[in-house]
């Protein structure tokens, strides 16, 4: 495992445990070259993923990539790490485990959209707002509306 902060190509396992979901191992390393301790996690990936984008570009499914953009939804919000954590290890599990090698990056982004609705609204909302491209501040004012509308009735 290369280093983070050096770049040397050889670091030594210190300790291993399953991550707090058991989705994952959490490795804590430390680098052979510099001495710097570093965290990393192991995960299991069933299948190559492709994420069908618009105009039919095809790129490999990215964790990471999701994990970030849920992490600007749900940032400065009281939302513990492991729920988000739980979330990003539900949609990964449901796309590999689905049948299919490529999938829509709607079909993603509604996934997200869902997990967020039960985990938070206003990150739900901010979502929303890139997801579905907002213009305007009438969408965002429609859209927390009718949010705002259905937990009421709920």
């Avoid at 990539?65 to 790490?81: E, F, G, Q, T, Y």
């Avoid at 705002?148 to 009735?153: F, L, P, T």
């Amino acid at each position: 495992m290369r280093c983070p902060f050096c770049g040397h190509e050889d670091s030594q396992v210190k300790d291993s445990r399953p991550s707090e979901d058991g989705a994952a191992i959490r490795r804590r390393r430390q680098c052979e070259g510099c001495a710097a301790r570093f965290t990393t996690f192991e995960r299991i990936q069933l299948r190559e993923l492709t994420v069908v984008k618009s105009e039919n570009r095809r790129e490999v499914f990215d964790r990471d990539k999701l994990a970030r953009s849920v992490a600007i939804a749900c940032s400065k919000r009281n939302i513990d790490p492991v729920r988000i954590e739980r979330l990003l290890s539900g949609i990964q599990r449901q796309l590999e485990t689905g049948g299919e090698g490529e999938v829509e990056a709607k079909r993603i982004g509604e996934m997200v959209m869902d997990g967020l609705k039960g985990l938070d609204t206003v990150a739900y909302i901010r979502f929303a707002s890139v997801y579905k491209d907002f213009t305007e501040a009438r969408d965002f004012e429609e859209f927390a509306g009718n949010v705002s509308e259905a937990g009421r009735a709920a």
